[in-house]
């Protein structure tokens, strides 16, 4: 297995319905740019689920998304502010899709009186291929100019001899 250097990721974001799509996407752009595009799917869903959950209960909408990758494993936590709102009131589908589709989860406080949703992944580092330079096609300033006269197939040039051919007035036969 190659080893792979400790990634982290973290952003802030207030949160609201279409943000939550905005999210989704930089959150896979990260795991793709980790080499971690198998993950992309089930860490999307858990962190849309719980985005979703804050967007529909929680009064402060200031949302906190962490991501740790140390080669082994990644932990994508969920920060939020809401004092009200404890994991274990949160509705069942959003926990039960973060059980099913991660490896670990779990929820601890905040000082600030806030909670702390975290999951985590296993996988392995992926093979990182060397990027190849790939020559670039020609333009049409590049390509190789037309010859200035054009010879004409045999073809054509035996026919243009036919043509003058049959121009030309036969010579009169003369019978002595």
Known sequence: MKTAAPCYYHL?????????????RILAAHLRYWDLEMLVEPVCQCAEALL?????HAADKNTTIEMWWNGQHLITAVQ????DIRPHYAPSGCLTKIAALSNGWGYCATAAGGKIVWFSQRARSGERAPLVPVAPAPSLRATR????????????????????AAEQPEPALVRA
């Open 145 to 164: 100019p037309l010859p200035r006269g054009l010879p004409l197939p045999a073809v054509a040039a035996a026919r243009d001899r036919e043509e003058q």
């Open 80 to 83: 939020d502010a809401e004092r």
């Open 52 to 56: 979703r959950t804050i967007d529909r």
């Open 12 to 24: 802030d974001v207030e949160l609201s319905p279409e943000r939550i799509g905005q999210v989704r």
